[in-house]
């Protein structure tokens, strides 16, 4: 699909392996506008499951397999759903314009961490404008089909509340049967503190593992 829109005129990033060191490498080094989310086999809870989870990186459309519904896609935050089976030449036309009507993505907050997935943990959670579910950060940080047990997403993050202190922020924690969210305010100053706590999002159960999945990182609309 890559190889069909790169011929179409669409420029795009590299094609990258979900969950891979060199994704998450990637993900920070290019700070792509859109993520294009290839995922042909899976059914409609698993690719709901990965669009919000791609979405802490960047608004998401997904290039839908034929037959399959779109409702699942957009219900769980994709900015755009396409069909497989259009035209190179009309799909990139239109992940032109969805690019052109983007929402801005927050900046950056700094960098932390000593390996490219931890400093994505970091950068994901330090300039996210709502919490972040753990399960999400664990099936991003995962495979698609082995997400990262919560144990050691709690351990990584627990590496990582010095830097945020560095960093002037507070790391605040929703915890609700045994699920987490997580946030960050500035911290007061001379304190560490965080202000005063937001109401508790509600909170998704875990699901079953889902297929393997492709991105595309989209460069800026120029």
């Known amino acids: 699909?890559?190889?069909r829109?790169?011929?179409a005129g669409l420029a795009l990033g590299a094609a990258v392996r979900w969950g891979s060191e060199s994704a998450c490498a990637s993900?920070?080094?290019?700070r792509p506008a859109m993520i294009l989310l290839d995922v042909p086999t899976t059914e409609a809870d698993g690719l709901a499951r990965l669009v919000r989870a791609a979405s802490l990186i960047a608004p998401v459309a997904v290039l839908r397999p034929e037959g399959r519904d779109a409702v699942a896609a957009f219900t769980a935050?994709?900015?755009?759903?396409?069909?497989?089976?259009?035209p190179a030449a009309e799909l990139a036309w239109r992940i032109h314009a969805d690019l052109r009507r983007r929402p801005p993505m927050p900046e950056p907050r700094g960098s932390a961490g000593s390996t490219a997935s931890q400093r994505l943990l970091f950068d994901l959670i330090a300039r996210a404008q709502a919490p972040v579910c753990c399960h999400h950060l664990r099936l991003l940080l995962?495979?698609?089909c082995l997400p990262m047990t919560l144990?050691?997403?709690?351990?990584?993050?627990?590496?990582?509340l010095p830097d945020f202190a560095d960093h002037g922020l507070a790391l605040i924690v929703d915890q609700?049967?045994?699920l987490a969210t997580y946030r960050t305010r500035s911290a007061a100053p001379g304190t560490g503190a965080p202000g005063p706590p937001k109401s508790r999002p509600p909170l998704e159960l875990p699901a079953a593992p889902v297929p393997p999945a492709s991105?595309?990182?989209l460069p800026t609309a120029t």
Request: aromatic share 6%.
């Open 151 to 160: 144990r050691a997403l709690k351990a990584r993050i627990q590496r990582l």
């Open 77 to 86: 935050g994709a900015f755009d759903v396409l069909d497989r089976q259009r």
């Open 215 to 217: 991105i595309v990182q």
């Open 5 to 7: 829109l790169g011929q």
């Open 27 to 30: 993900v920070l080094e290019r």
């Open 142 to 144: 995962g495979t698609t």
């Open 1 to 3: 699909m890559a190889v």
């Open 176 to 178: 609700q049967w045994g």
